[in-house]
């Protein structure tokens, strides 16, 4: 059973998460049509993102791994370390111009929506984990 606290601290760092994503995909799309200045917002977005998402990870294993199975664990464990992965090498790319720019915004929105999908389950597996310690409701 997770704490309350902790439900809501997870549910509250998505929905930060949530803005910082919608910002990076409009500075994507900004870059595919061309906009004066996309480039530059789109690489300040994903330095905003690599902090924060990074932090919320840390954030989630404290709170998720002592209530986990062996087999949840290894999940989440998989999916934090893809997580990253993709993270660092889109902030490596963002950074040092290592792809077109087309290329490297075409990367941000691929990693946004992963990261959305996984946030939304994450959420419903919060909801299902989530009991308060008032006679069982949330």
Known sequence: MISREDGDRLRREHRQLRVLLARLE????????????GLGDLREAVRELDV?????????????????????LARLHEEHTAQRAALAAISYEAELDTKPPTRLADDALWLVRGLLRDMHDED???????????????
Do not use: K, N, Q, W
């Not at 998402?53 to 087999?71: D, G, I």
């Open 26 to 37: 409009e500075s994507g799309a900004r870059v595919l049509g061309e906009i004066p200045g």
């Open 52 to 72: 924060s998402f990074r932090a919320h990870l840390l954030t989630e294993e404290t709170a998720l791994v002592p209530l986990l199975s062996p087999a949840a």
């Open 124 to 138: 419903a597996a919060l909801d299902a984990l989530s009991v308060s310690h008032e006679g069982g409701e949330r």
